[in-house]
């Protein structure tokens, strides 16, 4: 399974930025598909995740500023980032859940997500 992640780039505070993923398989494939990101320095966190039936969850950080959504026909997987803050500046990793219950092992290139204050 190939995913690949898109729509990094460098943004002011206060800005906007969507990111999108997309599957080489049909992301109905799996329980549930994700958002990731890893700041320098630091451990890789899940700050977004969005269920097989469209229930959704997100990191404390983001609630209310970060918004994950799919399109199964596309197998594609976005997450519309707004009010971003330097804190958000990461590089964003989507993942795909299994019907197990575990997160995919291997990882995509990642997008790189770069907020000036």
């Known amino acids: 399974v190939q995913l690949q992640a898109s729509g990094g780039g460098l943004v002011q505070a206060g800005g906007s930025l969507r990111l999108s993923c997309t599957a080489s398989?049909?992301?109905?494939?799996?329980?549930?598909m994700g958002w990731y990101r890893q700041a320098p320095g630091k451990q890789r966190e899940l700050v977004a995740a969005?269920?097989?039936?469209?229930?959704?969850a997100y990191a404390d950080s983001v609630k209310g500023r970060f918004t994950i959504s799919r399109d199964k026909a596309k197998n594609t997987v976005w997450l519309q980032m707004n009010s971003l803050k330097p804190e958000d500046t990461a590089a964003y990793y989507c993942n795909a859940r299994e019907q197990d219950g575990t997160w995919m092992s291997s990882w995509g290139q990642g997008t790189l997500v770069t907020v000036s204050s």
């Open positions: 969005i269920t097989r039936f469209g229930n959704t």
């Open positions: 398989i049909s992301i109905d494939s799996f329980s549930a």
